[in-house]
């Protein structure tokens, strides 16, 4: 069914005033949701007339921005229960355990922690995990030093596990510098 004139004009100014969907709309008057949002686009395109847009009443944008925190119907986790995530965080509970705690995947648990999700929630005293180690206590790289180390280690009968721990790099790359498989011009 097509729209006159006058129902365009009533739906236009249903959207303009009210937050109903699209599809009660349709109801309303008896037409597809896909002829309301075709209306709807219509109307937010011309809805500049010369310098300044027309005011719309505040719910008009809670349908257009998506709730954040709990109050999105998606979520596991409450504002609450992020900062108590943060509290135990600060007193040394390890990812895992947090994850199993509050029923969540351990990656959510690390995104909270690092801020990039859950960014509205603020604890005091909380600082942010950083992802990897800090600037200060990155590893410089691997020279010929280190790789000499390694295999005087390794001569000497120790084993690659205590090289590894010892040095800061990981098994495998201890383990493929002392049998020779990388760094043999050294």
Known sequence: MRLDKKSTKKIEK?????????????EKFGVSTATIATVRKREHRFSTKGKYPIRRPKEY????????????????????????MKKYYMKGWKIGRLAKKYEVNWTTVNLILQEKSWKHVKV????PKEYGLPKGKRKKGLGEKEVKEMRYLHKKGRDYKYIAELTGFAYPTVRSICIGRTWRHV
């Open 124 to 127: 005091n005293g909380f600082i």
């Open 14 to 26: 249903l959207l303009k005033t009210t937050i109903l969907t699209n599809k009660e709309i349709g």
């Open 61 to 84: 944008y809670l349908y257009v921005h998506p709730p954040r925190g709990s109050r999105s119907g998606l979520s596991k986790l409450t504002e609450k229960k992020v900062t108590s």
